[in-house]
């Protein structure tokens, strides 16, 4: 198991339906809501240590007291401290002795470089100069990485380009989004979540706690409140960093001491997976955080092996936040879109750039074969889908999956499953395989309409372990 060490130092029907599925993903509203009052500008972060990265979410991290150090000495501190050996090449690092193993192991491909982050940025590049002329806080992260060709390490700065290592071990956590309530959840500190947005309601007992006040709400996902954030006294912060009014609480927050944490845009399943890693490393409970990247992944794995092995189609699939005749859909830099390729399928709309409103003359003339509408604007009734579908454009009328009768709701808690880039992703991805890929995944019986009950026909993540 890999593991990481830190040392601390919308009126119409239609219309409601867009908006509330909006509100919930983040993504679409991301930079137009309201922001809270500006704080005053400071100084970029600088990076206060050094990491170390062996790929597979295995990382070790070292706080420096002297931030002048540069990253040949901090890394001589670092293998000292947990009891590695640096082996150096001139002034190149060669390899790293870890428990009597050497990395990089003979023929695999990958060496070690020295990679920064720049201030006031985000994403590593790999620095070609002599390391001892680094300084650590001449950089926002400075990092040694065992990377391929083509290769960076897991991201070392949050959206905001704020180093979250040594944050030390949270007690008071708040959560600005479902997202990260999630996840903060998933990575084993949801019982010291201290204050959460309103819409957060999984798992069960945050929905339970926020009701009886246990947990405080602080606000509605674009519209916290500063200042009930601020009476919660927490220890971190973490909301969504394309949201500029979670930055906005954030920055006033830091200006103040406070640690925070801006998770990245849910444009992938990795980038989901790096922010599992980034919220657990940043509340010092990275040890269950990379337990649960690794169980995220072996259930990826199981349904990627039973769709080699299956009769699986490409088929054509669009994903609507409604059933409106123009409706939002899930472009190409989604995590949605990453769900629809891993089922082996084809996104109609992966030319458009994250989550677009589309005309709806494109709608008949990429003609999918499936259509999944994520909408909480309906009920998990037989009645409520024939509403939906009688009342569908001529437009969508016009499409394969009309015909077929291969149109799927997804509302009640499937609505929140499919609009959550969080760690209940490979859940969604299993529902997503059966949904489109019926000839593989063929030992349930799928209704079009999907609610609550979607724990029901999630049967392989249930098996691996994953509550639902």
Not at 94 to 110: A, H, I, L, N, Q
Request: glycine share 10%; charged share 20%.
């Amino acid at each position: 198991m890999s593991k990481l060490f830190s040392k601390p130092l919308p009126s119409r029907r239609s219309d409601r339906s867009v908006l509330r599925a909006a509100l919930t993903i983040g993504l679409i509203l991301a930079g137009a809501v309201i922001a809270v009052a500006a704080t005053p500008s400071h100084e970029p972060p600088r990076a206060q240590g050094i990491i170390l990265d062996f790929g597979g979410y295995d990382i070790f991290y070292q706080g420096m007291e002297d931030g002048g150090s540069d990253p040949v000495e901090s890394l001589a501190d670092l293998c000292d401290y947990y009891s590695m050996t640096a082996v150096w090449d001139g002034g190149s690092l060669s390899r790293v002795v870890k428990d009597s193993e050497e990395y990089p192991s003979p023929g695999d491909g990958s060496e070690w470089r020295l990679y920064v982050n720049d201030k006031g940025t985000v994403g590593w590049k790999a620095f070609a100069g002599d390391p001892k002329s680094v300084r650590l806080d001449g950089y926002a992260a400075v990092c040694w990485g065992l990377c391929g060709e083509g290769e960076v390490p897991t991201p070392g700065v949050d959206a905001t380009g704020t180093c979250f290592y040594g944050y030390g071990q949270s007690y008071r956590i708040v959560s600005l989004a479902p997202s990260c309530t999630e996840t903060i959840c998933a990575t084993g500190a949801g019982d010291v979540i201290v204050g959460a947005d309103e819409f957060s309601n999984y798992p069960g007992y945050i929905r339970d706690r926020l009701a009886t006040g246990q947990i405080v709400s602080v606000g509605g996902y674009t519209n916290p409140s500063y200042e009930t954030v601020a009476r919660l006294n927490p220890d971190i912060v973490i909301g969504v960093g394309d949201q500029s009014v979670h930055r906005s609480v954030m920055d006033k927050l830091r200006a103040h001491g406070v640690h925070c944490l801006a998770t990245f845009p849910g444009d992938s399943v990795k980038t989901i997976l790096d922010n599992t890693y980034m919220v657990g490393a940043a509340m010092n409970y990275q040890l269950k955080a990379v337990q649960t990247i690794s169980q995220i992944e072996d259930a990826l794995d199981a349904l990627s092996s039973q769709l080699s092995e299956g009769p699986s189609e490409a088929s054509k699939v669009m994903i609507s936040l409604s059933a409106s005749k123009s409706p939002w859909v899930a472009g190409g830099t989604t995590y949605a879109s990453d769900v629809i390729t891993r089922a082996l399928c084809v996104n109609i709309y992966s030319q458009e750039s994250g989550w677009a409103m589309v005309n709806s003359e494109t709608v008949p003339a990429r003609d999918p074969d499936y259509i999944i509408v994520v909408s909480s604007d309906y009920g998990n009734t037989d009645r409520e889908y024939e509403d939906m579908v009688s009342s569908l454009s001529a437009e969508w009328r016009s499409t394969a999956a009309f015909e077929n009768g291969s149109i799927y709701l997804l509302t009640e808690g499937a609505t929140d499953l499919a609009s959550r880039p969080s760690t209940r992703i490979a859940q969604f991805t299993e529902l997503m395989c059966r949904m489109v890929q019926p000839g593989v995944f063929d030992d349930v019986d799928l209704p079009l309409h999907i609610g609550d009950d979607y724990r029901d026909y999630l049967t392989i993540t249930k098996e691996l372990g994953f509550e639902t």
